[in-house]
């Protein structure tokens, strides 16, 4: 079956440091998505990317589509301490039963 | 507008034991997923209904394993018996209908906070 591979599995970064996260896959993706969940909660879709090459922001976060559609990146700026949590890379193929294949996760910590 | 609730948060079993997670999707969702995620792991596909209409259940371990959505609106999902394996948190996601979302929106799962399953 299809793969996501996400790095980093973790990350320690100081208030105010900006991030980057990245998922590479071997197979083509149509659809790259960015989702973060809080401790106790469900993921929350933060950024969905259409096409290859796209680029797009959401407050102090942005995000890339690769144009190979293999590969895809989240940037936070700035980060605050409500950054911390597990973000999630996922990819979907169009045209399928829209079943998301999910990376492992990112787990953000922001230090004061 | 209430979210994608499941129940119960947290269940603690023994091996063999039998365990029924439920989620009640947004109203209006045909779409209704199960995910599950093993400690540290990636979030797994499990099944995808539509409406009442299992869709796609190709991410099922096992016959253990039993998901149904009686008239299409809230689904269980049914472990018999619990293997150790099986300890993780299970996602339930709600989407809308494909026609009614658009191509642009086919991302848009919205998760319930998910059913905790310890098996011991």
């Known amino acids: 079956g299809q793969q996501l591979n996400q790095s980093p599995q973790s990350m320690f970064i100081q208030e105010g440091e900006d991030v980057s996260m990245n998922c590479t896959s071997s197979?083509?993706?149509?659809?790259w998505l960015w989702y973060k969940q809080d401790p106790g909660e469900g993921p929350v879709l933060l950024i969905a990317l259409y096409k290859a090459g796209e680029l797009t922001s959401n407050g102090r976060l942005t995000a890339q589509f690769g144009i190979t559609r293999k590969d895809s990146f989240l940037n936070i700026s700035a980060s605050i301490p409500s950054d911390v949590g597990i973000y999630f890379c996922a990819g979907a193929v169009s045209g399928s039963a829209r079943q998301l294949t999910f990376g492992s996760g990112t787990q953000l910590t922001v230090l004061p | 507008e209430a979210g994608v609730t499941q129940f119960p948060s947290h269940s603690v079993i023994e091996k063999g034991q039998t365990v029924t997670l439920r989620c009640d999707p947004i109203s209006g969702h045909d779409n209704l997923y199960w995910y599950r995620r093993v400690m540290g792991k990636e979030i797994k596909f499990l099944l995808h209904?539509?409406?009442?209409?299992?869709?796609?259940e190709s991410g099922m371990p096992n016959n253990r394993f039993l998901a149904e959505r009686t008239g299409g609106t809230y689904s269980t999902l049914k472990v018999q018996p619990a293997e150790l394996e099986d300890s993780g948190v299970y996602f339930c996601?709600?989407?809308?209908?494909?026609?009614?979302?658009?191509?642009?929106?086919?991302?848009?799962?919205?998760f319930g906070e998910g059913s905790r399953l310890t098996v011991l």
């Open positions: 197979s083509i993706f149509n659809t």
């Open positions: 996601a709600s989407s809308l209908s494909w026609s009614r979302a658009g191509l642009r929106r086919t991302g848009e799962l919205f």
């Open positions: 209904f539509v409406k009442e209409s299992k869709q796609d």
